[in-house]
């Protein structure tokens, strides 16, 4: 398959051609040369014992009876139900357990920031911490902020072991929401509870009623978003600083000729915090003048750490997911330095066929082939010293004939957490969502969109990413985007406030160039999705849209998604009502029943439900029909009438 069929970024299009040339391999070619299972991908495959592995695929082309259908079952008796649901809810456990790791080492070095334990860290943001502290039921009155923030510590790891109770930040979300919560019985007790549990009932011979599995994998990903996740956000805010609106820069063309460049990837902020100050070392930029590398140190990121420090310090974005392979093609990247979660066993692999050296940071993940530095937590700046020191040592490695460094990148503002929405919209001394919400009900902006999740070589790289947010916001739906996704976008600089005059519609521009912000907002890493729920909670309280988030003219979607966490995410949203779509492939395919439990069922029980459509053009055209008849239902169709005839009016007014 040709280079740019793969993708639409001409970034990756050059390198892609460039590792052929140089003869590496990559996940692209991967994926186009082992095609998926078809059993597995439908969620048909179990392989929880031994007296399996039993493949269970569907009927599909040929008609089934329903005797057929229920002969159709694993060797312990398990039917397709059961299977279908137990992958899952075991999904599910998996990014659950993902986000909420990294909210948990988060939590431990908030707690030693707190206590002055540790000097790299401290209590940046105090406004924060008070509204945490309240949230949480911590007294602020009279107190210091040190004293606060060690109960605010104390109370987040407790989270996620603690034996009575349900989550705190449960009590965060609108009151008929906590309703169904508790009607249903979906409260998280603990977040390691929850994750523990479905990993029980999903064992061999355990829980063997689908929608009884499913009321638990509903039960861990609400610990993941209003537990994990939240928490992983909220603290580090607090820690590190809430993000506001700072320019950037994204695509491999942020790595610099005649500069030490170094990528930061995968998850946890606290290390490429760290990274960041070390690169800006005087000592440490002097060593790589004298390496020869003229231009000093060059820091940019990938995954999501690179979100991170793009939030909070404009540390350029070198590319999404799928591009960390090709950084390393570039032959310009001497360190590539990784934590957890979507990192590539194939790096070192690559790395081998330049001079770039991966090394790995998280005492829970190593790569053979990688050199490791344990990020200790309690000397993060020596660690991070250490692995600059390193990559300039290997500048004078560099193969000049290997180098090539695509000319594309492309500016992009981001940092806007719930707070800056907040601010932006409503003023510094009036911060609100008033603003928002009223233009929702004037029908300028018809509605929001969060278009998150990863990028997915089974899919034209960025393509789908592109062409739905594009129709989107086109359509006057403002979009707010987190992870791969919103790299997708920025690359194509629909993060810029310039797009709003060139790719929203009148309604939607309308407001961006009042408020100057762009059409499409990025709230920043995976589990600051998190943010999206903050933000859609203030919109219900607010007053106007309803009063559940259900009620919102809202919906989602992860159009290239892969990872498990994207599932945790995605039933985390559904289970909050709000309607969310998923492209590439569905991975409970191989049960109707299941299938439509999660897409029918879901629906009549949390009001958000799951859908299914790989087409981008058709995913908007679902996500933009659910918006209007949640408009509708709000009695705020007619509004929107009203709104393009008061257009037409100003038009004929600047006419004359
Ligand atoms: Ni999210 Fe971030 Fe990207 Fe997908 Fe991976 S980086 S946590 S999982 S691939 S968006």
Not at 27 to 45: T, V, W, Y
Not at 340 to 362: R, W
Not at 435 to 442: A, C, D, K, R, W
Not at 614 to 635: F, N
Request: glycine share 10%.
């Amino acid at each position: 398959m040709a280079s740019n069929e793969r993708s639409i970024d001409y970034a990756t299009i050059e390198m892609l051609d460039k590792a052929e040339n140089d003869g590496v391999g990559t996940a692209f070619g991967r994926a186009a040369s082992m095609k998926p299972c078809p059993i597995g991908g439908e969620g048909s495959c179990c392989k929880m014992c031994a007296m399996g592995p039993c493949r269970l695929p569907s009927a599909k082309n040929r008609s089934e009876t329903a005797q057929q259908r229920d002969e159709r079952r694993g060797v312990c008796g398990a039917t397709i139900e059961t299977i279908a649901a137990r992958n899952f809810v075991r999904m599910i456990a998996g990014g659950t357990a993902a986000h909420s790791d990294h909210g948990r080492s988060v939590a431990h070095t908030f707690l030693a920031a707190a206590k002055g334990e540790d000097s790299n860290f401290s209590i940046v943001d105090e406004q924060k911490l008070l509204q945490v502290a309240l949230d949480f039921g911590i007294a602020i009155e009279g107190r210091s902020a040190r004293d606060i923030a060690i109960d605010v510590g104390e109370a987040a790891i407790e989270e996620f072991g603690k034996t009575h109770g349900t989550l705190r930040f449960l009590n965060r979300a609108p009151l008929k929401r906590q309703q169904i919560w508790k009607e249903q019985e979906v409260e998280p007790r603990s977040i390691d509870r929850e994750v523990v549990e479905s990993m029980h009932r999903t064992t061999m011979g355990v829980d063997m009623d689908y929608e009884h599995l499913f009321q638990q994998g509903t039960r861990t990903a609400l610990a993941d978003g209003w537990g994990g996740s939240m928490l992983a956000t909220e603290l580090q805010d607090i820690m590190l600083g809430t993000p506001v609106p700072v320019r950037g820069k994204v695509n491999l063309g942020v790595l610099r000729p005649d500069t030490v460049n170094i990528i930061v990837h995968g998850h946890e902020p606290l290390l490429p915090e760290m990274l960041v100050v070390a690169c800006q070392d005087p000592e440490l930029i002097a060593l790589a003048k004298a390496k020869g590398a003229e231009g000093g140190i060059n820091l940019g990121g990938i995954c999501c750490s690179a979100n991170e420090v793009l939030m909070r310090h404009g540390v350029p974005l070198a590319g999404n997911m799928l591009q960390q392979e090709l950084a390393v093609v570039s032959g310009a990247v001497e360190s590539m330095v990784v934590d957890v979660q979507c990192v590539m066993q194939s790096l070192p692999k690559v790395a081998e066929c330049y001079h770039t050296e991966i090394v790995t940071t998280s005492s829970r993940a190593k790569i053979a082939g990688a050199v490791h530095i344990d990020f200790d937590e309690s000397k993060p700046l020596e660690a991070a010293r250490e692995i600059v020191r390193r990559a300039i040592n290997r500048y004078p490695m560099r193969q000049k004939a290997l180098v090539n460094i695509p000319q594309h990148s492309m500016d992009l503002v981001a940092g806007f957490s719930h707070e800056t929405i907040n601010y932006l919209l409503g003023g510094l001394f009036r911060a609100s969502y008033r603003p928002l919400n009223e233009n929702i009900i004037n029908g300028r902006i018809r509605g929001v969109a969060g278009v998150v999740g990863c990028s997915n070589p089974r899919v034209k790289h960025d393509d789908a990413h592109a062409k739905l947010v594009r129709e989107l916001i086109k359509n006057d739906v403002l979009v707010i985007q987190t992870g791969c996704a919103a790299m997708a976008c920025a690359k194509l600089g629909l993060m810029t406030p310039e797009a709003a005059h060139l790719h929203a519609g009148p309604g939607l521009a309308e407001v961006c160039e009042a408020v100057g912000i762009p059409p499409v907002l990025h709230m920043g890493a995976c589990v600051d999705n998190s943010r999206i729920l903050m933000a859609a909670t203030a919109m219900v309280k607010e007053g106007g849209l309803g009063d559940d988030l259900s009620d919102l003219p809202v919906a989602g979607a992860a159009p290239e998604w892969m990872s498990e966490k994207a599932i945790a995410i995605g039933q985390y949203f559904v289970a909050s009502g709000v309607y969310t779509v998923f492209g590439v492939s569905w991975p409970t395919l191989g049960s109707e029943e299941v299938t439509r439990w999660l897409f029918e069922g879901m629906g009549a029980i949390y009001g958000g439900r799951w859908a299914f459509e790989p087409d981008p053009e058709k995913m908007a055209r679902l996500m933009i029909d659910h918006i209007d008849s949640k408009r509708k239902a709000l009695g705020l169709d007619k509004a929107r009438e009203r709104v393009l005839f008061d257009m037409e009016m100003r038009r004929e007014l600047e006419a004359v």
